[in-house]
């Protein structure tokens, strides 16, 4: 969902420019709310695919030890290939043709956008995480306290 809030937004920005740029003879709300929702649907399945990414690319790993731009480039590479390949099959179904320039720059858009939303989230995620008190000098913590006493408990 919050991948489908920030894409979103990026429609409504990206709509408003293209409507002021080439005029299409729609009202302007209609269209660019149309393409803020395309870009929230294809934001909540990207979403969904950096999920199943993040799980299979860093299994076994804690959130800290990710690397953002592993998992920016990564999200940016599926995002790009998934998003013109599903434009694609759509307006095949309905028997229109896509030009390669629209196809290309729906690749570009949709890698940069999910690259940057897979940077963004990796780290708000790491940036969520509390950091971790230090125990005091002298004292364990963990499994080992329980298994090397210290020399004040030895009697």
């Not at 690749?107 to 897979?118: D, Q, V």
């Amino acid at each position: 969902m919050v991948w489908a809030a920030g894409w979103f937004v990026a429609g409504l920005g990206l709509g408003a420019v293209l409507h002021i740029g080439f005029g299409p003879p729609i009202p302007f709300w209609p269209y660019v709310l149309n393409g803020a929702q395309n870009l929230a649907e294809m934001g909540f399945l990207m979403g969904g695919a950096f999920s199943l990414y993040v799980g299979i690319a860093g299994r076994h790993k804690r959130v800290e030890d990710l690397s953002p731009v592993r998992f920016a480039v990564g999200s940016g590479v599926i995002a790009g290939l998934l998003i013109p390949a599903y434009t694609m099959l759509v307006n095949g179904i309905a028997g229109a043709s896509v030009p390669v320039y629209a196809v290309l720059f729906v690749a570009a858009f949709s890698a940069g956008l999910g690259g940057a939303t897979a940077l963004a989230s990796i780290k708000l995620a790491q940036g969520a995480l509390p950091s971790s008190p230090t125990p005091p000098q002298g004292l364990a913590s963990g499994p080992e306290r329980a298994l090397s006493p210290s020399r004040d408990e030895v009697v």
